[in-house]
């Protein structure tokens, strides 16, 4: 157990929809990370967030956006939703080493 | 950025020793390397990490030369259990997001 926290563990919704979701860190842990797994591809980061702030972006659509409340969790929205979503999302989280500490995940299934 | 490479499988059987190369040619002078293992639908999970010479815990051995432009992971008799996706990243400790996971070794440890 890495102490990081995601919700839901499944979602399944339709195109054009729009999802959330959760993501809460191990203890202590300000920076929260944020990935996309298609099947049989590797990790994509989308983006990272430090003590509240953007600290970092990377291959995340405009259609996609995240943030980190001052309890430190972050939410990643998904919106107008398209069957190439579908994709495990996993989030992180460090504190200064670097090193991440990685959640469950959440399957996103996009019908 | 750094950017790593990796071979993209490796074979072994029960009992052996398994060593992955990682390349990381242009590693700046704060990186950190860190290995990560990650078994299907499942987040990674941190294995070891180190920045110079040898680093060794109960899990695996990380060999880094003095160039530091390589690194290797060691994984001592390997059991069928290890079968998973490694990935070597390299990141400066600074939460800055900007190492990316690359696509990782798939070891599939045999019988």
């Known amino acids: 157990d890495s102490g990081v926290t995601q919700t839901p563990k499944h979602l399944i919704t339709a195109t054009g929809q729009r999802v959330t979701l959760r993501c809460s860190p191990r203890?202590?842990?300000?920076?929260v990370y944020w990935y996309q797994q298609s099947l049989d591809q590797g990790l994509q980061f989308l983006i990272q967030y430090y003590n509240g702030e953007e600290r970092a972006k990377g291959n995340i659509l405009e259609r996609f956006s995240a943030q980190q409340f001052p309890d430190l969790h972050s939410e990643l929205n998904l919106s107008s939703l398209e069957l190439g979503d579908s994709a495990l999302y996993f989030c992180?989280?460090?504190?200064?080493?670097?090193?991440?500490?990685f959640g469950p995940g959440t399957r996103l299934t996009v019908l | 950025l750094a950017k790593t490479t990796q071979p993209i499988s490796m074979d072994s059987y029960e009992g052996q020793e398994v060593n992955i190369t990682c390349s990381h040619n242009n590693i700046a002078t704060n990186d950190y390397i860190t290995w990560y293992q990650q078994f299907p639908s499942q987040g990674p999970r941190f294995i070891i990490q180190?920045?110079?010479t040898k680093v060794t815990n109960e899990v695996a051995s990380l060999f880094i030369p003095a160039d530091r432009k390589s690194s290797t992971l060691s994984l001592p008799r390997v059991s069928l259990s290890d079968t998973a996706v490694y990935y070597c990243?390299?990141?400066?400790?600074?939460?800055?997001?900007?190492?990316?996971f690359g696509d990782g070794t798939t070891l599939t440890v045999k019988p």
């Open positions: 990243l390299v990141g400066d400790g600074t939460n800055a997001g900007k190492s990316t």
């Open positions: 180190g920045y110079k």
């Open positions: 203890s202590g842990d300000l920076s």
């Open positions: 992180a989280s460090s504190s200064s080493s670097d090193t991440q500490y």
